[in-house]
């Protein structure tokens, strides 16, 4: 799993590539974390990410309760079809904000 | 010096208070007298020395003692006397002097001058100043059994000459005093028996403490002692290691009683002990052989088979230590195999185990049982009276194969053993069972019969986060194996996943090498089933649920994932009693769930 941080028109961008799986989901949940230190919309590019378990979704919800809690924005982009299988089955797929692009994402929050 | 005036102010210096130093005339009245004396008294020796004086001073004569004889026969010691000297303590040959004579004989003897009688000895006059001159001696006895004699000396009354009367009364009231020193000891032996029986039954409860409880009703092995006598000799145990293998054993320590329950005391320990860090059984053996050679003495010796079962495999690792042969029990054709000792018993010879400790037999139960016991049961006597023999023994496993293994081993246990009766000799019977009932849906099956049952692979992996990548590589693999499309394959990936995390986060707690993860790909042939195995305590798999969706939150999500992609999904119970074993089934070229 690899993790990069952008910042994108003011929202920070968190590109994620690999597994998230319990090995590196702790990692995840920690930048995602970070960032909201620091900015307050944010916004997960999921091109890349081959396979997510429930321990990656688990980072991808509380960093959603996070936003909400501080009045931020969370948004995912770009769910590959083996990520947005597992966020349906969970019944988070029309929890999450997603969007198609980065572009649209950041538009969307900026 | 004393004489026979010293002895009579003795007596007059002396009165006892009980007993007034007046001869009483009247024999009726002294024999009554006594009789009522020792039959009232628990303690003959104690009372003794006051019937002596009352028999001296009614013949009217100087002294009186009484020889008894120790447990040998062989030495007569004087217990009690009366008189000017105290010869308590006295020891003669059993065979020597008057009084032997009087023994030997049995018949009471008056002698009225001891220089006429060539059996007389003088030393003990010598010795002590005293002047014998007559005697009137009785011998001891109930039934056949000698106790001793009663002697008196120097009639001083009348004649100075003991007559036929004296000893009639003589041997009438040693009749009473015998009698009382009969009972005397028959009430020692009962109080000694007491106490050591109450001491047997405290070695016995510490004893009954080492062997092991009963297990579980699916724990492979269970295991049945009966002793013949308050202690065993025999002992078995069963010990359960981390990895979920089994060590077991069964011996017969030579010898019975507390001897031998303390050298099984010792051994077992040794057993208990050693197995924790031995790879193999024989190699346990030898060096329990070491030990026991060490400081054993007095000839005593062990015969022990000891085992490692795997329930995982089904297989067993045994050495024979000079002990009855175990026989294999084959379910299906009701076939025997008798697994005979390689090695000589333990406790007689050291060093002679080798560097890789004593043969190792190993074994594949098949779906069968493991039955190992002492020669308690094999030279059992029958109901119908012969002895049991391992015929016998193969016809009871064979009669009880079907009844549950506890139930069936009192049962072949009763068959040479009556409620309230005692055995010949210790008894002890260990079955170790593959649970074959069980195996269908348990890894254990699948991995013995690899190419029959569809089994495509195993894999065995510490139980932590960074195998998971390999696990999921591994599903796939398997999958793919057997042409799942990749959606299916997805899902099923992700539902074992899901799984080994829960062992991972919940059974093993988030250790770090807290243990392995077996997990077994088994196609059938509708279904790819996963059979996942821990090693970690038993999960409650009520408290395992799926979490309610609307609640968003992060966490509790696994069990949900499982479900939705599974046709089944389900805790069955682990081969060993130990552990966990969670089945996924996922039925091939169905419509997958929520696509």
């Given at each position: 799993m690899a993790l990069e941080v952008n910042e994108v028109n003011g929202v920070s961008v968190v590109a994620l590539e690999g597994d998230i799986d319990l090995q590196s989901s702790p990692a995840v949940r920690q930048q995602l974390l970070a960032c909201f230190e620091k900015n307050t919309r944010v916004v997960v590019d999921l091109s890349a990410v081959t396979y997510i378990d429930s321990s990656g979704v688990a980072s991808l919800v509380e960093a959603f309760q996070v936003a909400r809690k501080k009045n931020g924005t969370f948004s995912l982009v770009s769910v590959s079809s083996a990520v947005m299988r597992v966020l349906s089955l969970a019944r988070l797929d029309r929890v999450f904000t997603i969007h198609p692009t980065i572009e649209a994402a950041t538009a969307a929050q900026g | 010096m004393p004489s026979r005036d010293a002895a009579s102010a003795a007596r007059r210096a002396a009165p006892t208070e009980a007993l007034p130093p007046e001869p009483i005339k009247d024999h009726l009245g002294l024999i009554a007298e006594m009789t009522r004396v020792f039959a009232a008294s628990h303690d003959a020796h104690t009372v003794a020395a006051t019937a002596l004086e009352r028999i001296t001073l009614?013949?009217?004569?100087?002294?009186?003692?009484?020889?008894?004889?120790?447990?040998?026969?062989?030495?007569?010691?004087?217990?009690?006397?009366y008189g000017p000297v105290d010869i308590t303590g006295l020891r003669i040959p059993a065979n020597a002097g008057i009084v032997g004579r009087a023994v030997l004989r049995q018949e009471g003897l008056i002698i009225r001058d001891v220089r006429n009688d060539a059996d007389f000895g003088s030393a003990i006059d010598a010795k002590t100043g005293f002047t014998t001159r007559s005697i009137l001696v009785t011998p001891l006895s109930v039934g056949r059994d000698q106790l001793g004699a009663i002697e008196i000396i120097n009639k001083a009354s009348g004649d100075g000459l003991f007559s036929p009367d004296d000893l009639t009364l003589l041997e009438t009231l040693g009749r009473a005093a015998a009698l009382a020193i009969h009972n005397t000891r028959l009430t020692e032996r009962l109080v000694a028996q007491e106490r050591?029986?109450?001491?047997?039954?405290?070695a016995a409860e510490i004893q009954r403490d080492l062997l092991p409880g009963a297990g579980a009703h699916?724990?492979?092995?269970?295991g049945i002692n009966i002793p013949a006598r308050a202690v065993s000799g025999d002992f078995y145990d069963i010990l359960t290691l981390p990895d979920g293998r089994i060590?077991?054993?069964?011996?017969?320590?030579?010898?019975?009683?507390?001897?031998?329950?303390?050298?099984?005391?010792?051994?077992?320990?040794?057993?208990r002990c050693l197995a924790k860090s031995a790879e193999h059984p024989g190699q346990l053996l030898g060096a329990i052989n070491n030990e026991l050679c060490e400081t054993n003495s007095h000839g005593m010796f062990v015969t022990m088979v000891g085992g490692l079962f795997n329930p995982a495999t089904g297989k067993v690792r045994l050495s024979n230590a000079g002990h009855e042969p175990p026989l294999l029990f084959n379910l299906t054709d009701q076939s025997f195999t008798a697994i005979a000792a390689d090695a000589p018993p333990l406790g007689i010879a050291a060093g002679i185990a080798g560097p890789d400790g004593f043969p190792t037999i190993d074994l594949n139960l098949n779906s069968g049982a493991l039955y190992i016991f002492t020669d308690g049961l094999t030279e059992a006597t029958t109901f119908g009276g012969g002895m049991l023999g391992i015929d016998g023994v193969r016809a009871l496993i064979r009669d009880h194969a079907e009844t549950p293994p506890e139930r069936r081993l009192r049962s072949i246990a009763g068959a040479v053993k009556l409620p309230g009766q005692s055995l010949r000799d210790d008894l002890t019977?260990?079955?170790v069972e593959d649970n074959g009932p069980m195996r269908p849906q348990s890894v254990a099956d699948v991995a013995e019969n690899a190419t029959a049952a569809g089994e495509i692979m195993r894999l065995r992996v510490p139980a932590r986060a960074d195998r998971l990548k390999l696990i999921r590589t591994a599903t796939e693999q398997a999958a793919r194996f057997c042409g799942a499309e990749a959606a299916w394959t997805a899902d099923l990936v992700m539902a074992v996943d899901e799984a080994c995390q829960n062992v991972i986060r919940h059974a093993y707690g988030g250790r770090t090498d807290a243990g392995d993860i077996v997990i077994d790909f088994v196609a059938t042939v509708e279904a790819l089933e996963v059979h996942l195995m821990d090693f970690a305590a038993p999960v409650d798999p009520a408290a395992i649920k799926p979490r309610d969706l609307s609640d968003v939150r992060p966490g509790g999500l696994g069990v949900h994932l499982i479900r939705s992609v599974c046709d089944d999904a389900r805790f069955v119970p682990p081969p060993a009693g130990v552990g966990n074993l969670f089945k996924l089934t996922k039925r091939l070229g169905t419509q997958i769930k929520g696509r």
């Open positions: - | 009614h013949v009217g004569a100087e002294a009186a003692s009484l020889f008894l004889l120790t447990d040998d026969v062989e030495t007569l010691v004087c217990t009690a006397c050591e029986r109450h001491e047997l039954e405290l699916d724990f492979p092995i269970h060590w077991f054993n069964v011996a017969d320590v030579s010898g019975k009683g507390m001897n031998a329950a303390l050298l099984m005391a010792k051994t077992s320990s040794l057993f019977l260990l079955v």
